[in-house]
């Protein structure tokens, strides 16, 4: 597999030297391949968004490296700056960020400082809007007269407005209706498919990552446990409600179905997979 981002051996240390200092990531090797799209999940506090502020330099390494396209970001000034345009992050709660007069001047912003022409600003500004679902007569107006959701859409596209290589969401869907989560989702799903990127999902919800990603990542404090297949990283169904990571309901019934003596893959994680492996258990064979 071809690594598009990787840390090696990163720490990172708030406040060091003051009462207040806490160590938020400890030595973390971490890889995202091209194209791929990956979650990474972890409980309150465990140094998720630490980690990914790092992929886009947001945060400077207490000590280690963040590699992008296989060079350090930090080792010259106009590769940070590069990273910072090719690696799209989506912050917690990106509605509080948004600053500018109108919708369209917000999703503008990234693509203007990247230097481009009126005419492609303008082209990226309206395809990104399309994407999240916003309309042609909401780019006049304030930020300030949209709903939460649609605040949160307009962050959104003004990241895809800059096209990133890498797309980094963390927690998007946090505190929106059902309805809204959904669409989001589908949203992210789109961009992955239509720009070929690489989409790294920050979610602290197994449901909502098990459905939508290929391979996982677990933050546990300022650790990576565990990372695969949903599949793989469910078979520690135990350690992960030690850590305060509920495992998708499926594979909690399997994994009760497997105490109680029935001899059945605990690794189900999907109503789909539920079925075909209690048929196949039946000697009934998928349907
Ligand atoms: N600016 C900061 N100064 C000091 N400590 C911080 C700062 N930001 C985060 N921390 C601490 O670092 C640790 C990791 O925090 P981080 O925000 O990366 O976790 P998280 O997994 O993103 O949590 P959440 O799910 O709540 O967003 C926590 O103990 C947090 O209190
Ligand atoms: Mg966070």
């Known amino acids: 597999m071809d690594t598009i981002i990787e840390t090696k051996q990163l720490t990172h240390t708030y406040s060091a030297g003051t009462p207040f200092e806490r160590s938020a990531l400890l ?6 391949y091209r194209g791929e799209y990956l979650g990474i999940i972890g409980h309150t506090g465990s140094g998720k968004s630490t980690l990914i502020q790092h992929l886009n330099g947001l945060l400077k390494p207490t000590s280690g490296q963040v590699l992008f396209q296989g060079e350090d970001i930090w080792s010259d000034p106009k590769r940070t700056r590069l990273t910072r345009f090719q690696v799209g992050l989506v912050f917690q709660y990106p509605e509080y960020q948004l600053f500018e007069e109108t919708v369209y001047k917000d999703i503008a912003f990234g693509p203007k400082n990247m230097g481009l022409d009126e005419k492609e600003i303008d082209r990226r500004v309206r395809q990104s809007a399309y994407f999240v679902g916003l309309r042609d007569d909401q780019l006049d107006k304030s930020p300030f007269e949209l709903s ?3 605040k949160r859409r307009v962050a959104i596209a003004g990241v895809i407005a800059m096209e990133p290589k890498v797309l980094i969401l ?15 989702l589908s949203n992210i799903r789109d961009y992955h498919q239509f720009h070929n990127a690489t989409v790294i999902l920050v979610s602290h919800s197994m449901e909502e990552v098990a459905r939508s990603v290929d391979r996982l990542v677990v933050v546990n404090d300022g650790h990576i446990p565990f990372q695969g297949t949903p599949r793989e990283v469910f078979r520690h169904g135990d350690e992960l409600e030690q850590m305060g990571l509920g495992v998708p309901q499926m594979t909690r019934v ?5 105490q109680l003596g029935v001899d059945i893959d605990p690794s189900v994680y999907t109503v789909e997979q539920a079925r075909d492996a209690l048929l196949a258990k039946l000697g009934k064979g998928a349907v």
């Open 254 to 258: 399997f994994h009760r179905l497997r």
């Open 27 to 32: 030595n973390v090797d971490f890889s995202a």
């Open 148 to 150: 939460g959701g649609q």
């Open 170 to 184: 963390d927690e998007p869907t946090a505190g929106l209706d059902p309805v809204g989560v959904e669409s989001i």
